[in-house]
């Protein structure tokens, strides 16, 4: 094998190892238990963030 092809090959294989470990590591914990809920809890959590935020702007602005 020659030199160019083993750095491909070692260049790869490292690509593929980074991929697979990024895959398993799983990501932000945040963003994992948002993605676990269901379209209806999604939607009742939407709804809760969106009443506090209104009132609070409210609570602050009187």
Same mark, same amino acid.
């Given at each position: 094998? &020659? /030199?160019? /092809? $083993?750095?491909?090959? &070692? /260049? !790869? $294989? @490292? #690509?593929?190892? !980074? @991929?697979? !470990? !990024? %895959? +398993? =590591?799983?990501?932000?914990?945040? #963003?994992? =238990? %948002?993605?676990? +809920? =269901?379209?209806? $809890? +999604?939607?009742?959590?939407?709804? *809760? *963030?969106? +009443? #506090?935020?209104? &009132? /609070?702007?409210?609570?602050?602005? =009187?």
């Amino acid at each position: 094998m &020659t /030199a160019a /092809a $083993e750095a491909t090959r &070692t /260049a !790869t $294989e @490292a #690509v593929r190892t !980074t @991929a697979e !470990t !990024t %895959v +398993l =590591s799983g990501g932000d914990p945040g #963003v994992t =238990s %948002v993605a676990a +809920l =269901s379209p209806g $809890e +999604l939607f009742f959590l939407g709804g *809760v *963030v969106t +009443l #506090v935020f209104t &009132t /609070a702007y409210w609570w602050l602005r =009187s």
